[in-house]
């Protein structure tokens, strides 16, 4: 008997471990090609704005993280850097600075969502016509799906 529940934990484990890898591994393997440094550069040249995602913000960690230049224009979002894999990040806008989980749901309803993050080397987001980023002066990247923070960078 207690053979089979140290099989039925180990097995168990293993099932638990397994699942963990693949959300962690799938974002990767059904990402899209990520843009160029010369596509990205082409795109920072028309900024009105830049900043820089960091690794030492409140709630970033191991698995939840950015760095790397990003770049705002009226047009898009651009970021000369990498990102800590994951499903479902998107980018919004914030009229403050945020680093943290808690301030970033406390704030959430006076951002305004840009749009899906699908690489995680370098990514151009489109900004929606009726945006304006001068209105804002933060950029974040949040995993939906997990409510994750994932990164921010104040921008003016």
């Known amino acids: 008997m207690k ?8 097995h168990l484990l293993a099932l638990a471990i ?3 890898a693949g959300i962690y591994a799938l974002p990767i393997l059904i990402a899209p090609s990520a843009p ?3 596509d ?3 795109q920072a040249v028309s900024a009105e704005f830049t900043g820089q995602f960091r690794r030492d913000l ?3 960690d191991l698995l939840h993280w950015g760095e790397g230049t990003v770049s705002i224009s009226r047009r898009s979002i651009v970021l000369m850097g990498r990102l800590a894999p994951g499903p479902d990040y998107k980018l919004y806008l914030s ?3 945020v680093e943290t989980e808690a301030d970033f749901l406390r704030l959430k309803p006076g951002m305004v969502r840009v749009g899906d993050v699908k690489t995680f080397d370098n990514f151009i987001v489109p900004v929606p016509e009726a945006v ?3 209105n804002y002066n933060t950029v974040i990247v949040w995993c939906e799906t997990f409510g994750q923070f994932i ?3 104040k921008y003016r």
Not at 3 to 10: D, N, Q, Y
């Open 58 to 60: 409140k709630d970033s």
């Open 132 to 134: 304006n980023p001068a």
């Open 40 to 42: 990205v550069k082409a």
């Open 3 to 10: 053979k089979l529940v140290v099989s039925g934990a180990t």
């Open 36 to 38: 160029t440094a010369t």
């Open 151 to 153: 990164t921010a960078a």
């Open 95 to 97: 009229p403050e600075f």
């Open 18 to 20: 397994g699942f963990a």
